[in-house]
């Protein structure tokens, strides 16, 4: 699938936040991919490391 058919499956008032800038999607994603432990690659790094490529705090 293409990002574009994952964002489909999306409910329309959190996609329209997207569009108009009410959530930051990359800041989302990036907290996200360091909650998974994973660089920019996709590479499993660990959760510290990778709070640390994403530029996030750790969770709690």
């Known amino acids: 699938m293409s ?3 994952y964002l489909q499956t999306l409910p329309s008032d959190l996609l329209g936040a997207m ?3 009410e959530i930051d999607a990359q800041a ?3 907290r996200l991919m ?3 432990g994973l660089d920019q690659q996709g590479e499993w790094v660990g ?3 990778a709070a640390v490529v994403w530029g996030v ?3 709690v």
């Open 3 to 5: 990002a574009t058919e």
């Open 19 to 21: 569009a108009r800038g």
């Open 28 to 30: 989302v994603a990036a």
């Open 34 to 36: 360091a909650d998974r």
């Open 47 to 49: 959760f510290p490391q």
């Open 57 to 59: 705090k750790k969770a």
